[in-house]
């Protein structure tokens, strides 16, 4: 028997597709004597691996891509973890398959039929079959239940420097339709000009609707004792004061943290700079309340805004 299937194999992590063995004219004799005698083991119906014991992550990727052969690739939160992306794990593997292959589901993994050209999507510096992150993760958020997840995840990809604004909303354009594509293109707007979390685009989004100055975010500051310090929202206002906002997340409140952000208050406010605070939660469920705030402090209103009965969610709509 050629050595070559011991190279594939190598080079997938000990993982090989029965397929495979069949181009390399390894003979079905050979492959059920591996089995028989324990050298191997059959993970799916499809496909094998060269090694008996559990299964590594790696590993578990690769069932599953060549499970579903064709021009599947590893996409979704999965692709995305692959390239880089940290705290966004799932249980589940998801693999992205063209709508008409047809094969058995296998535990564990999710299989995401689409009629899009997966060859185009593929990441052509991966040995392992692998969604682009642009096209993995949009296409996640456009099917993701949550819309604030969606976003979140969207964020957390610029945010880990694992993408651009820009090179996502590139590849938005190419993937029409998609559902939510406009609050996305929105949402990479805020990215591209600073935003570091869901918290200060929630910010940027209620200033455009209640007509406020958009802020300057991430702005970089000495404090008093010289240390570089990235403000979350800032507005140079008419007198000739900057107001800054910071907003706290669920990680800031606890006593420890919460102890240290009063001192950064303290050591970034200046006779011509006034620190404000509001939680990730007012934003988010009572921006009028902080919006009158501001207002209150000095910051322009450019325009008048619609009341708030009358905005429309575009959430569930086709970009």
Known sequence: MSD?????????????????????DVRQSEIRRHLRVGRWAERTPTVLTTTTGPLSWEQRLW?????????ALIGGLTGAKVHGLRNWDRDDITVLVDDELAFDEIPGVTFFRTRRQL????????????????????????????????????????QQRLSTPERLRECLDTM?????????????????????????IDVGRACREFGLATPQRQRPRLDRDGKRRFTDCEWDLPDGRTLVLEVDGGFHVEVMNYGDDLKRQRKLTTPRRVVVRCTAYEIRHEPDSVMEDLIALGVPVRRVSEPRSQRVTTDTRLG
């Open 176 to 200: 029409k339709p998609l559902r939510r594509a406009r609050d996305f293109r929105q949402l990479l707007g805020d990215l591209a000009g600073g935003a570091q979390s869901l918290a200060e």
């Open 119 to 158: 060859s185009s999507w593929a990441d052509p510096t991966s040995d392992l079959p692998l969604c682009r992150i642009e096209p993995a993760i949009l296409l996640f958020a456009g099917y993701e239940e949550h819309p604030r997840t969606a976003q979140g995840a969207i964020s957390a990809v610029v």
């Open 63 to 71: 069932v599953a891509v060549l499970h579903a052969g064709g021009t």
């Open 4 to 24: 070559r299937w011991g190279e594939l194999a190598a080079a997938q992590d000990g993982v090989i597709a029965r397929r495979q063995l069949v181009d390399l």
